[in-house]
């Protein structure tokens, strides 16, 4: 990711420049969250738009990395994302971010949005066969 471009950190938004994350915050994050800190990126356009990319190493909070490692090998064996794995990371998202009560307490519509993400990719990427697949999966890492 660092050649690339990216850098693990926030953006800073008055700035528009991204701040590498502090030590102790990147070890909090390592200890605590089932998912690397995020990889930011500014673009080189005159918007300065943002990309962020994170990357889940688990499911779920047991930290078990094999789902994820089925979810890699199978994109190197196809060369492209499943549907299947494609809503189970959307899913797994909003049920992270479901579960933690500051994004409760700070009125964060994060959720909503997701749903709405989940709804549309349902609509518009999968059938009844991708969905068969999905559930299957979800039930064999769990």
């Known amino acids: 990711m660092k050649l690339l471009g990216y850098i693990q950190g926030t953006y800073d938004y008055t700035a ?4 590498p994350v502090n030590r102790s915050e990147y070890i909090k994050w390592k200890l605590f969250m089932s998912n690397l800190y995020p990889f930011r990126k500014v673009s080189n356009n005159e918007n300065n738009l943002e990309f962020k990319v994170d990357f889940r190493y688990s499911l ?3 930290l078990d990395k094999k789902a994820v490692e089925d979810i890699i090998n199978s994109y190197e064996e196809n060369g492209c994302a499943q549907h299947e794995h494609v809503l ?3 899913c797994t998202h909003f049920y992270d971010q ?3 009560t500051y994004n409760i307490y700070t ?3 994060f ?4 749903l709405c993400d989940i ?3 349902i609509i518009h990427f999968m059938d009844n066969e ?3 697949k999905m559930v299957k999966f979800a039930k064999n890492t769990h």
């Open 98 to 100: 479901a579960k933690h």
């Open 16 to 19: 528009k420049k991204i701040e």
């Open 130 to 132: 991708s969905l068969i």
């Open 107 to 109: 009125a964060k519509d």
């Open 111 to 114: 959720n909503l949005i997701k």
């Open 119 to 121: 709804r549309e990719y």
């Open 60 to 62: 779920d909070d047991t």
């Open 88 to 90: 189970i990371h959307l």
